[in-house]
């Protein structure tokens, strides 16, 4: 029975406030490669896993709104932290997967992850694309953008488009979703070189450095003369409010992420209501698995769209188990361009 | 050519925040009740007024948000103030309209109006239905509830609905809508009157005087052991934070009102936008004038449920122009039990 060591990451105890290297350990066990007993449907030698600032949410004492779906489970000191990832299987009881094969869903920020019953996994074919496009742009974050811009945003040709953390895993993806279906679109990240990436790389009809507006409510004046009717928000706090009070009539705001408000240091977004009920303005909380029915269209145009070139899919990958931690803490300090990816092993 | 004094209310500035009695003043000119040119299509001898609260937003200066609307225009000072009623016609520049006739319509917060040329100004078939009903339920307050129940709520049967100002113009027709439709429906109001009213006379399953409650979100914890699918909001402010924290799953707020934040003594409403997220809420303003189209059905139905009982439209009257500061002031600090009306004058 072939034994091999497994390294995973592991939160010391939940974590309050902005994560740092001392909340996390590097914990080592020793696993057998065979299954036993029917708790383990696979057994998956990792490649790939997506390091997400929602997690963040999880690793907290567990909040009322969390507890509400399984999904967002609770992350328990000392256990493994399930993530989104790529993979090999290297024991399978599924009929339908063999030992060797590619497969992409729910594993562990660790070496290998030991898959249970009824956990998300689904063989992987790669369409020729490289991997790392399966972990973002084609995985969660990928449909995260797609449903909460087709979906929830409900575009029409022309609209103004306003995109937060536009750099990021999903705002990268929603400006060019949003480009690519006739929108104007602008964002705003937190450094020149984000910028600049924005604008020349992924095709954004503007883009600017909110760290250096003074006053981001005149900053959208600036950009948006004519209003915005779209604000895919990423970050809540002040930049919600800003981006509700440069709203058009019939605006819709997506509520992505509220990376403003995670680490508990920024503060919460205090709306004004009025502007909501005159412009009859439509704020809409979602989240992808709500958006499962549209995966096959999803996968279809976007597919399309990276293998054209119309799409460009930016993946920022760091090596080994031991970086999880800092490339999840660096999340905070919008270190990451584009999705934050640990390439765990190489795909052999 | 008769000649008529027609006495008015206007603002002598903008008002800014809590009206009082001290920004208003009752005008008086001479006017004909000939029409002469081709401005005014029709006078109109005013019989009943709406007082409001949203007028206060169109008596400040102009925001952003209102200039965007037309028909939230502001309110300039000396002039005329508008405001939905019931009235006669006196002289007619209309074919549709003769003299004498019963009408609804935009009027005057005074003793007549001259109807600019498209105004809206309907005829009044009353139905056998009291003339305060046409100005309430079956006005734009009923509209209001209408459309922001049946529309921006989207209810199912046995659903749990919350109503904020619940024995408020529009609170307490919703909170009926809600009951008849087949919802669990939980008002809250600021004594305990209007609290032993929504029980007992509008079928409220239960309901609560917020002004005992320490903390709103352990009242509504109580009140909302199972949570609470839909918030009618009338209200804004700590009332609707409370409310977000306590919502299920695929919750919607109707955001119909802001009250407690009009006079700007009000802190706004700080959102936690996880909950929004991971409970997937919506949040939508929305105005009467959206639902328009679904005018017939709503008369329909709410001339139904009103004539067989099943439905009561509570009308809180007072008596003259000169009445009508003191019933505006009076809805900021909830000195109205249902619509607020001014009897102009008797229908003769």
């Known amino acids: 029975m072939e034994e091999v060591r497994n390294k995973y990451v592991a939160i010391k105890s939940h974590v309050n406030g902005a994560p740092t290297e001392s909340d996390f350990e590097i914990k080592s066990e020793t696993i057998s490669l065979t299954i036993i007993g029917s708790e383990i449907e696979a057994i998956v030698k990792n490649v790939l896993v997506s390091v997400d600032p929602y997690q963040l949410n999880r690793m907290k004492k567990q909040s009322s709104s969390q507890a509400a779906i399984n999904f967002a489970s609770a992350i328990i000191p000392g256990h493994a932290i399930d993530s989104y990832g790529v993979g090999r299987v290297v024991a399978s009881g599924r009929a339908d997967l063999e030992k060797g094969e590619l497969v992409v869903g729910l594993l562990s920020w660790g070496d290998y992850t030991l898959i249970q019953k009824g956990r998300l996994l689904n063989k992987l074919d790669p369409m020729g694309l490289p991997l790392p496009h399966h972990v973002g742009a084609l995985g969660f974050s990928g449909l995260t953008a797609y449903g909460g811009f087709y979906e929830v945003c409900k575009p029409k040709k022309g609209e103004s488009v306003f995109v937060s953390a536009a750099s990021g895993s999903v705002g990268s993806l929603v400006g060019q979703y949003a480009k690519l279906f006739g929108c104007r679109v602008i964002g705003c ?58 709203m058009n009539q019939f605006g819709r705001v997506a509520v992505c992420g509220a990376i403003s ?49 119309k799409m460009q899919s930016l993946n920022d990958i760091s090596c080994g188990v031991e970086s999880v931690p800092r490339a999840f803490i660096g999340l905070f300090s919008g270190d990451n361009i584009g999705k934050k990816i640990v390439q765990i092993a190489d795909d052999e």
């Open 261 to 309: 408000e995670y680490t508990g240091n920024g503060k919460r977004a205090a709306l004004q209501m009025l502007d909501v009920i005159y412009k009859r303005i439509t704020i809409q909380g979602f989240l992808a698995a709500d958006y499962l029915k549209c995966y096959a269209d999803f996968i279809e145009m976007t597919t399309k769209f990276l293998r054209t070139g």
């Open 189 to 246: 990240a937190g450094t020149q070189n984000k910028v600049d990436l924005l604008k020349e790389k992924l095709g954004f009809d503007d883009a600017f450095n909110y760290k250096e507006e003074m006053d981001l409510n005149s900053a959208l004046k600036r950009y948006f003369p004519e209003g915005i009717d779209i604000y895919f928000d990423n970050v809540g706090g002040a930049m919600l409010e800003a981006a509700v009070a440069n």
